[in-house]
């Protein structure tokens, strides 16, 4: 089974904290995703990378970076929490091309 | 960009029903999938469909990927209390790494 593992579920930190958000995958996948998910505002993508050391943009950047040091692993960064960061946060990966999107449980961040 | 329009936002039945839910889409879609998110998780992957005409099932669940490329359907037949949870729509067009997400569907079912 795809195993996408995200390392916490739950977080709370205070406005202008550092964030690292860590995800990894078993499943050799070359695509991985942040996403964000906010009531009545359904999946925003964040950032994507298809490689290593690669990364895109997503739908909503602004506030985030992202790392991609190794192919299983992929980190989301908020430089400078605020409270309109508070969401839920969830990784994915897939093969590259058409195949399906694998998620992680999620890591729910509350930023006070 | 893309955009999917799922419906309903929200659905009340009694276990035992049989549930419908769509996805229409502006523009080609190349790939549909369906995904179930309990409260608390993350989405799981129910069905993918790839062609388009094409019927696929998961145990009570069925999916269609439409003639026109531009929309999906996700049947769920003889309803039961696990199947409670949210159910998103994903479609993928030109590109190969991005997925439009519908808002979802919740789903609740009445013991």
């Known amino acids: 089974d795809v195993k996408v593992t995200q390392s916490s579920r739950y977080l709370v930190k205070r406005t202008g904290e550092k964030v690292f958000l860590e995800c990894v995958q078993d499943m050799d996948h070359e695509n991985m995703f942040w996403y964000r998910q906010d009531p009545g505002l359904g999946l925003r993508l964040i950032y994507f990378s298809y490689d290593v050391k690669m990364k895109e943009k997503g739908d909503i950047p602004e506030g985030y970076s992202v790392s991609r040091e190794k192919k299983e692993r992929f980190s989301l960064i908020l430089e400078s929490a605020s409270t309109n960061q508070t969401s839920m946060y969830l990784c994915a990966s897939s093969f590259r091309g058409p195949g399906e999107l694998f998620f992680g449980e999620g890591s729910r961040l509350t930023v006070l | ?111």
Not at chain 2, 48 to 63: P, V
């Open chain 2, 1 to 111: 960009g893309q955009q999917l329009n799922q419906s309903p936002q929200s659905m009340f039945i009694q276990e035992g029903e049989d549930v419908s839910m769509n996805c229409t889409s502006s523009s080609i879609f190349n790939t549909w999938l369906w995904y179930k998110q309990d409260p608390g998780e993350g989405p799981v992957l129910l069905i993918a469909l790839y062609k388009a005409g094409e019927l696929t099932s998961n145990g009570r669940l069925t999916a269609q990927f439409g003639i026109t490329r531009k929309d999906s359907f996700l049947n769920i037949s003889a309803s039961i209390p696990s199947d409670v949870g949210i159910y998103f729509c994903a479609g993928r067009g030109g590109s190969n790494y991005k997925l439009t997400f519908g808002k979802g569907t919740l789903l609740t079912v009445n013991p």
